[in-house]
Nanobody
Framework: QVQLVESGGGLVQAGGSLRLSCAAS????????IGWYRQAPGKQRELVAV??????VYGDSVKGRFTISRDNAENTVSMQMNRLKPEDTAVYYC?????????????WGQGTQVTVAS
């Protein structure tokens, strides 16, 4: 199994920056993809940014503002969020997709709140 612990987040003014980090533990060698999703009140959880072995995918609303980076040696994934907007306000969740003997499954972190004040 893979366990995820997020850190970072908080309250920031519009136009500001925040950095989120996620530390993975457990069967980290089996991770195929790791990244961030977010969920705002009353909305569905959505992709923010994910990095796989070969590529990085960003949600359309964060392209050019957010940058995800993965450190395989430290088993961490971080996301620098710049030029934040009030609509970026959400709970941000770290997610890892990993292989098991029974197929691919996923783990979620506990979530961290990001609030962008206008």
């Amino acid at each position: 199994q893979v366990q995820l612990v997020e850190s970072g987040g908080g309250l920031v003014q519009a136009g500001g920056s925040l950095r989120l980090s996620c530390a993975a533990s457990g069967s980290t060698f089996s991770i195929n993809a790791i990244g961030w999703y977010r969920q705002a009140p009353g909305k569905q959880r959505e992709l923010v940014a994910v990095v796989t072995d070969g590529s990085t995918v960003y949600g359309d609303s964060v392209k050019g503002r957010f940058t995800i980076s993965r450190d395989n040696a430290e088993n961490t994934v971080s996301m620098q969020m710049n030029r934040l907007k009030p609509e970026d306000t959400a709970v941000y969740y770290c997610n890892a997709q990993y292989s098991t003997d029974w197929g691919t499954t996923g783990s979620w972190g506990q979530g961290t709140q990001v609030t962008v004040a206008s």
